[in-house]
């Protein structure tokens, strides 16, 4: 079964700071991965996907992610964090054909220190 | 522009009392989801509609309903609310299966029951 692993509940970066989130999948086939973010009291907005093409992906807001398959690793990053990247990071990931049922990590809360 | 549209966006409700939660999409997209998303936890599928077929999740309380009755709408019927069914409630739309998996989702309707 599929499942993603997302190291650290919370995370602490300094405004300007590199903002890393780590997420480890597992999974039986190469996956699709995800990287979520909500807002408080809002829904889950994408922030990039892995499909298997360029291993490094670029999505909104800055942030970027690069698939290592030799580490089952999908970490976020950005290089410098803003006081509104503060949100809740959810890695996802979801196995290739057929009904893909997407399985979500617990979230890191992201807080951006002035 | 294209979205899903998830109303009432907050619901009080007592205990027992029976409540629904509508979604409705402008995607056009065949499958639709509902997640229940408790507090500091991720999204926990409860059961999704790909066209008018309905997929329950094995762990899905028999308290949860849903009904689709068109491709734009979704609901959600909780018959008896109890106190652990506090939570935001998000409807999800994905385009079809055998596609990369990515989710759209609403805003959340966020439900206490009292």
């Known amino acids: 079964a599929q499942s993603v692993t997302q190291l650290g509940s919370h995370v602490s970066v300094s405004e300007g700071a590199l903002v890393l989130l780590r997420c480890n999948y597992s999974s039986s086939v190469p996956p699709y991965l995800f990287w979520y973010v909500q807002y408080p009291n809002q829904g889950l907005q994408l922030l990039l996907k892995y499909t298997s093409a360029a291993t490094l992906v670029k999505g909104i807001n800055g942030f970027e992610a690069e698939f290592k398959k030799s580490e089952t690793s999908f970490h976020l990053t950005k290089p410098s964090a803003h006081m509104s990247d503060a949100a809740e990071y959810f890695c996802a990931v979801s196995d290739r054909g057929g009904y893909q049922k997407v399985t979500f990590g617990t979230g890191t809360k992201l807080q951006v220190i002035p | 522009d294209a979205m899903v549209i998830q109303n009432p966006r907050y619901q009080v409700t007592q205990f027992g009392k029976p409540v629904t939660l509508s979604c409705s999409q402008t995607?056009?997209?065949?499958?639709m989801y509902w997640y229940q998303q408790k507090s500091s936890q991720a999204p926990k599928l409860l059961f999704h509609?790909?066209?008018?077929?309905?997929?329950n999740e094995a762990d899905t309380p028999d308290n949860f309903q849903s009904r689709r009755p068109n491709t734009s709408f979704c609901f959600l019927d909780i018959r008896s609310p109890g106190l652990g069914d506090t939570a935001m409630y998000l409807c999800?739309?994905?385009?079809?299966?055998?596609?990369?998996?990515?989710?759209?989702f609403g805003e959340g309707s966020r439900l206490t029951v009292l």
């Open positions: 509609y790909y066209d008018k077929d309905f997929n």
């Open positions: 999800a739309t994905s385009g079809r299966i055998g596609v990369d998996g990515e989710l759209f």
């Open positions: 995607l056009n997209h065949n499958v």
